[in-house]
């Protein structure tokens, strides 16, 4: 069975701390992506890496960072949490033949900025 | 003009009834085409995919797709309670990686 798993079901930081969130699959594949999610506006691609130690800046990078040191993990850093960073985040893996690339996620991630 | 678009919704649609679901997408060199369920509080899970011209059904469900009319639906038949969620429409861009461009989602209400 496909998997992607992100390091934690709920979070709850305070504002100005650093925050790490991880995503782990096991499907060799090269592509993987985080997005947030709000209520009314859809998913949000905040950055994407299509191969180790590469990363592509999506739509909302700002005040996010990211790491791909292994093919298989693709970590999410908030810099300096901000409450309006308070969100729902997923990571997801994209593979399959050119053409008909899947998505898989993970679980997500709910984080709260206090 | 954004790149996947759906009505956002809310669906109602009564128990029994069928539930149909929108897309359009505007790069005409898109060659495959997914919808997403994901209910509240949960990450998306793939439903259906296609990739030729036509119906493909799987069960209640139908995915319809017209690559002339840049057009892809979701048709749920005998919609039940457990139907309700939001659908999201993705298509696959050739760019020089592959990856999946999502629509907003629509939010679907099955009413007993």
């Known amino acids: 069975d496909v998997k992607v798993t992100q390091s934690s079901r709920y979070l709850v930081k305070r504002t100005g701390e650093k925050v790490f969130l991880e995503c782990v699959q096991d499907?060799?594949?090269?592509?993987m992506f985080w997005y947030r999610q709000d209520p009314g506006l859809g998913l949000r691609l905040i950055y994407f890496?299509?191969?180790?130690?590469?990363?592509e800046k999506g739509d909302i990078p700002e005040g996010y960072s990211v790491s791909r040191e292994k093919k298989e993990r693709f970590s999410l850093i908030l810099e300096s949490a901000s409450t309006n960073q308070t969100s729902m985040y997923l990571c997801?893996?994209?593979?399959?033949?050119?053409?008909?690339?899947?998505?898989?996620f993970g679980q997500g991630t709910r984080l709260t900025v206090v | 003009q954004k790149e996947v678009e759906q009505n956002s919704g809310p669906l109602s649609v009564p128990e029994g009834a069928i539930a149909s679901l929108n897309c359009t997408y505007s790069?005409?060199?898109?060659?495959?085409f997914f919808w997403y369920r994901q209910y509240s509080g949960k990450s998306p899970e793939l439903i259906m995919f296609?990739?030729?011209?036509g119906d493909k059904e799987d069960g209640r469900f139908t995915a319809q797709l017209n690559k002339a009319s840049q057009y892809v639906s979701l048709l749920i038949r005998d919609s039940q309670p457990s139907d309700s969620a939001t659908y999201l429409c993705?298509?696959?861009?050739?760019?020089?990686?592959?990856?999946?461009?999502f629509g907003p989602g629509t939010s679907l209400s099955v009413i007993p």
């Open positions: 997801a893996s994209m593979g399959g033949q050119k053409g008909a690339t899947e998505a898989f």
């Open positions: 499907m060799d594949h090269e592509n």
């Open positions: 890496s299509y191969d180790v130690k590469m990363k």
């Open positions: 790069d005409r060199g898109s060659q495959s």
């Open positions: 296609i990739y030729s011209n």
């Open positions: 993705a298509v696959n861009t050739e760019t020089s990686y592959d990856k999946v461009i």
